[in-house]
């Protein structure tokens, strides 16, 4: 991809519990912070699911891992999107301890396909969704 808005920055804390035996942030909890980020960017934006109409589904998420997060600590996800689809864009997202904002610890993304929830067909996205990605 070769361009991206920056859209929602998240500070949220790393947890005693999102570590494990080796002492690092489990891998699996990126995914949950990268997940947090993308919920509260989409509740910001008013595009909740709505199960009985329309929202976003997620087809796919990735993640590479730079450099280990360790408890204490907080950390930013900066969250992105790309070029809107006709149905669909890019989140690509950023993570960084807050006291080595110059570091990224690791950075991923998800596919974001707008559905049609009682059909379970992808849709169009909506203008005021549209307008949001404009300038990706």
Known sequence: MTTKKLVHTLRMPIRWGDMDA????????????????????????????????????????????????????????????????????????EIRRVDQPEVISAHGGAKVVWVNFPTEKSAPLPDRIRALLADA
């Open 22 to 93: 080796m002492g690092h942030v489990n891998n699996t909890v990126y995914f949950r912070y990268l997940e947090q980020a993308r919920i509260e960017w989409f509740t910001e934006v008013g595009c909740d699911p709505d199960p009985l109409g329309e929202g976003p589904v997620i087809i796919n998420a990735h993640c590479t891992f730079i450099k280990q997060l360790k408890y204490p600590g907080d950390i930013e996800i900066r969250t992105y999107v790309g070029p809107a689809g006709r149905s669909s864009f890019e989140t690509i997202q």
